[in-house]
Nanobody
Framework: QAQLVESGGGLVQAGGSLRLTCLVL?????MGWFRQTPGKEREFVAT????????VYADSVKGRFTISRDNVKKTLYLQMNSLKPEDTGVYYC?????????????????WGQGTQVTVSS
């Protein structure tokens, strides 16, 4: 079981950037980022393999967000550029116990507590 601790959220104007960080305590394989807004289900944002060689993004963030990881530092990142008000939400990092990428939350075993991102118009 892995423990995940997110940080880096905050308030930013539309068009701005933020970088989210997820510190990983324990062993993980593929990892991902999800987000949730009030009244909506948690939605997939991006996922990455253990090596970092393969990534998948939601269409809504493709070309604006970049997922990466540093396994030496045991850290997962989400660089978010050209932010829009609709990117507002609580962002969660998640870890799988297999090497395969996945885009549904039920395929992830371990979750962080979330970090709030608010994009003002």
């Amino acid at each position: 079981q892995a423990q995940l601790v997110e940080s880096g959220g905050g308030l930013v104007q539309a068009g701005g950037s933020l970088r989210l960080t997820c510190l990983v305590l324990g062993r993980t394989f593929a990892m991902g980022w999800f987000r949730q807004t009030p009244g909506k289900e948690r939605e997939f944002v991006a996922t990455i393999t253990w090596s970092g060689g393969n990534t998948v993004y939601a269409d809504s963030v493709k070309g604006r967000f970049t997922i990466s990881r540093d396994n030496v530092k045991k850290t997962l990142y989400l660089q978010m550029n050209s932010l829009k008000p609709e990117d507002t939400g609580v962002y969660y990092c998640a870890a799988r116990r297999t090497v395969d990428l996945a885009i549904t939350q039920r395929e992830y075993a371990d979750w962080g507590q979330g970090t709030q991102v608010t994009v003002s118009s």
